[in-house]
């Protein structure tokens, strides 16, 4: 019942108004309450002034011991990933949201829950601030481990990943924007004319981040200071995975898509489109709108035309050599989003998608190689780390 209740996004009037004429009729093993049945936190949350915005820290072990997470004391340990994202709350307002969420990694189908949240008119003033009571937290639970479920059992705790978008991860690391001629977080190179290499360049690591190796990549008041989340002891490079659904749906996806519409085929390709859609299974969270909303679409839209529609839409729509260029990308990333994966079929992906950002300069001339077209270069390594895309995609998060 709670799951529907949350699924239907109930008032809690209406929920209420159910349990009690559930209770009329007979059902007495439930609630009167709608938050009872929901399990609300009901503990008071102190609201601290942070910049000029407003800042809300829960905690991590405030989440965990609850009932809710009972489930855990059966667990050897707790592992977290973590996201950071800064979200704009309406488009007529400044107003904005700058979450952090927990995830537990052992228990996927568990929805995210809400760590700390800060709200203004920008984003937070600075990360340390931002992210000193999570540090704290983090320190303080790794050295004695965490309380979990409502008995409050001790566990082994560890935080495996951040997962953020680009804008995001420059923020709470303390480096250079995307936008940037050192923005790269896996190697140390440099954009010439705001174009990245085509290949890797010397590896980033967790230690040459520490010894500012590419001084230039770090901000400027960073250059000669950690942040709290490198005083934390966190791997500034090792534990930021780049985010595919940023990254490849939104970025290199969509780059592509406007470079392979134009006025000749676009009707053609609306009507494939339009086509296909009667076919798209329920588990498909989205039925692709046409392209003539292609500003518009979500990263939902953007992922099954790179991995099942776009080789049927595109076939015969393009020329031939950018149809095979676009199918690089395609089989790059299905390889990548096996879930049983071996290095074979890693290796095979990096060498496919390697090859595609090569060619990408060659077909497409005038246009630059930006931070995501760059940043395919380094997805495969990622998915080395941390198993298949979707283990640490910010798609978990939506
Ligand atoms: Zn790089």
């Given at each position: 019942m709670k799951r529907w209740a949350v699924e239907q996004n109930s008032p809690l009037s209406k929920i209420a108004s159910l349990l009690h004429t559930m209770r009329k009729i007979g059902y007495d093993g439930l609630p009167l309450c709608a938050k009872t049945l929901l399990g609300t936190n009901r503990d008071k949350v102190e609201l601290d002034v942070l910049g000029e915005g407003t800042f809300m820290y829960i905690g991590i072990e405030n989440n965990l011991c609850r009932r809710d997470f009972d489930f855990l004391q059966s667990s050897n340990n707790v592992t977290l990933d973590v996201g950071i994202d800064g979200?704009?709350?309406?488009?007529?307002?400044?107003?904005?949201?700058?979450?952090?969420?927990?995830?537990?990694?052992?228990?996927?189908?568990?929805?995210?829950?809400?760590?700390?949240?800060?709200?203004?008119?920008?984003?937070?003033?600075?990360?340390?601030?931002?992210?000193m009571s999570?540090?704290?937290?983090?320190?303080?639970?790794?050295?004695?481990?965490?309380?979990?479920?409502?008995?409050?059992?001790?566990k082994q705790f560890r935080v495996r990943s951040f997962t953020c978008d680009s804008p995001a991860r420059a923020f709470v690391t303390g480096v250079m924007s995307h936008s940037a001629k050192n923005a790269c977080p896996k190697c140390i190179c440099t954009s010439e004319k705001h174009s990245f290499p085509v290949s890797v360049g010397i590896a980033q690591t967790d230690e040459s981040f520490k010894n500012r190796q590419d001084i230039s990549h770090h901000r400027l008041e960073y250059k000669n200071k950690e942040t709290v989340l490198e005083s934390a002891n966190f791997g500034m490079v090792s534990q930021f995975p780049l985010d595919p659904m940023h990254l490849v749906d939104l970025g290199v996806m969509k780059k592509l898509l406007n470079l392979l519409i134009s006025k000749s085929n676009l009707s053609v390709m609306n009507k494939?489109?339009?086509?296909?859609?009667?076919?798209?299974?329920?588990?498909?969270?989205?039925?692709?709108?046409?392209?003539?909303?292609?500003?518009?679409?979500?990263?939902t839209e953007f992922r099954p035309f790179l991995l099942y529609t776009g080789i049927f839409v595109l076939k015969g729509c393009s020329s031939e050599d950018r149809y095979y260029h676009f199918l690089l990308l395609h089989t790059g990333i299905r390889l990548l989003c096996i879930e049983r994966s071996n290095n074979i079929g890693i290796n095979i992906a990096d060498q496919i998608l390697q090859e595609f950002v090569k060619l990408f300069s060659t077909l497409y001339i005038n246009e630059?190689?930006?931070?995501?077209?760059?940043?395919?270069?380094?997805?495969?390594?990622?998915?080395?780390?941390?198993?298949?895309?979707?283990?640490?995609?910010?798609?978990?998060?939506?």
């Open positions: 979200l704009q709350l309406t488009r007529s307002s400044k107003t904005c949201l700058w979450p952090i969420l927990g995830a537990l990694v052992d228990h996927p189908k568990v929805g995210p829950f809400l760590i700390a949240c800060f709200q203004g008119n920008s984003k937070p003033p600075n990360p340390d601030d931002f992210l999570f540090c704290n937290e983090v320190t303080n639970l790794r050295e004695n481990g965490i309380k979990v479920g409502s008995n409050e059992v001790i494939k489109l339009q086509f296909l859609s009667k076919f798209v299974p329920s588990e498909f969270s989205r039925v692709a709108r046409d392209f003539n909303e292609l500003s518009n679409w979500k990263s630059r190689i930006n931070f995501n077209l760059h940043g395919i270069l380094h997805i495969a390594d990622c998915v080395r780390q941390f198993g298949p895309l979707d283990n640490f995609s910010a798609k978990s998060w939506v």
